[in-house]
């Protein structure tokens, strides 16, 4: 193993002569071996581990094993605490995005502190092929079959073209032992039933299939790399015309460089949001969601990202008195005459709401309400979606509580029990996809 992985670092260059090597420890089989080998080698390794606040007593005994394994080859050693779960949450993205987010940062202001020039990843051969499979089975173009690359800026995979296995022999011999994170046996992840039944049954067929993965891996890169030099795109927008006259191929990964300077969090876009952008820029016009609270939108002629509206902070309201909300304009009145044209409206039983307790925000997780003539409540985020009211309007829309009731949400209706037709709450929107209420 150690004769591949320097057969591997010199292949590619990795580590420039003299440099410090960082590497990220989570006490793992795969990282365990990394710090071990490299070190074997002869290199400056120094090495860190993030405890994203996810597995408990668990995650503490991780960074006690790591912390003293470092301790006792004398590698200098960094850990971290964060909470990934609740990063996730603030993001909108999923918790495995958001530790991936939160581990890299984490190791770039590591390798500053320790004045490291690389940061060494645990990849191998076998991770490489999972990921191969991930991305066939999700829907992906040359990118994602290309697997992982050996060298990504200053982060390098030292052991890229070993396999799991010989990990795991060179740390019996050594008589070393490792952390088995739990969470890698449970075969409700996607990739835990790819590592623990297909690559089994591929290597029935095929006992070297991790390593041609590895070589299809490499001249995918190949070709995708000069696909994306031809695609190259100038600019943060895309001029419509002269991109529906570019080949498909091409077009998809001007697409995907679109949306990747755009800051569009790419570990979440699939192969559907390529071709929903791409079916956009056919049309002409509208907008497509997108992760990470995005959307591409079209106007002019041109294409570009746009970040969904933040939630705007509650505002107090009163009858007779129109306030402003974020991109709306609302009010309550008795009156239709009151109202001018261009507002939709919602009504109410003017009795029912508390005058002095009305108040305007943006929805949030938990919310339900019951619909006129409807059996039970529902998800507020399930009535949006069945409309059709994609994240980027809902997010920003308004919604009217009396207390910590709500009593009409914008483009949804009225709560059954503030129903009536004494008053009405009014919303106008002037800008692009405006909600619509109650025709009156």
């Not at 590497?23 to 071996?33: I, K, P, W």
């Not at 060494?120 to 999700?138: S, V």
């Not at 002409?284 to 079209?298: D, E, F, H, N, Q």
Request: charge should be positive; aromatic fraction near 6%; glycine fraction near 10%.
């Amino acid at each position: 193993m150690k004769q591949l992985v320097r057969h591997t670092i010199e292949r590619y260059g990795m580590v420039p002569e003299g440099a410090r090597v960082l590497c990220g420890l989570s006490g793992g089989a795969d990282s365990v071996s990394l710090v071990l080998c490299l070190q074997e080698l002869g290199y400056d390794v120094c090495a860190c581990h993030l405890n994203h606040g996810l597995r408990g007593a668990q995650a503490d005994a991780d960074e006690a094993f790591c912390r003293q394994l470092c301790a006792a080859h004398g590698i200098p050693f960094y850990a971290e605490s964060c909470d990934a779960y609740a990063a996730a949450q603030q993001q909108k993205q999923s918790v495995e995005t958001a530790a991936r987010e939160l581990r890299y940062a984490f190791f770039v202001r590591c390798a500053q502190e320790f004045h490291a020039a690389r940061i060494a990843t645990a990849h191998t051969a076998d991770d490489n092929l999972e990921t191969m499979l991930f991305h066939l089975i999700r829907g992906t173009g040359g990118a994602g079959l290309a697997g992982i690359p050996p060298v990504r800026g200053n982060i390098i995979r030292p052991l890229i073209a070993v396999e799991r296995r010989q990990v795991e022999a060179y740390l019996t011999a050594r008589g070393q032992a490792w952390r088995t994170d739990a969470t890698n046996l449970d075969d409700s992840c996607t990739r835990n039933k790819i590592r623990h039944h297909v690559i089994p049954a591929l290597r029935e067929i095929e006992p070297s299939a991790a390593r041609h993965a590895l070589e299809a891996a490499a001249l995918l890169r190949q070709d995708n790399a000069c696909l994306e030099q031809l695609a190259r795109l100038d600019g943060a927008q895309l001029e419509i015309e002269p991109f529906r006259r570019m080949p498909e191929a091409l077009r998809s990964r001007r697409v995907r460089q679109l949306l990747e300077q755009s800051g569009v969090p790419m570990g979440e876009v699939g192969g559907k949001h390529i071709r929903a952008v791409c079916a956009l820029a056919g049309k002409g016009r509208g907008r497509v969601s997108l992760p990470g609270r995005k959307y591409a939108v079209i106007r002019g002629g041109r294409l570009w990202v746009e970040s969904a509206a933040q939630p705007t902070e509650p505002v107090a309201i009163r009858p007779g008195q129109p306030v402003r909300f974020g991109a709306y304009t609302v009010q309550i009145t008795r009156k239709i005459s009151d109202i001018h044209s261009s507002f939709k409206l919602y009504p109410i039983a003017y009795a029912t709401i508390n005058l002095t307790d009305l108040y305007v925000r943006t929805w949030k997780r938990g919310d339900s309400m019951t619909l006129p003539g409807a059996r039970g409540a529902r998800s507020l985020k399930r009535l949006y979606a069945e409309r059709g009211i994609p994240p980027e309007l809902r997010d920003s829309s308004p919604v009217l509580c009396c207390g910590e009731r709500i009593v009409v949400a914008a483009g949804i209706g009225t709560e059954q029990a503030f129903y009536g037709d004494t008053g009405f709450f009014a919303v106008s929107r002037c800008e692009e996809g405006e909600l619509g209420g109650e025709e009156i």
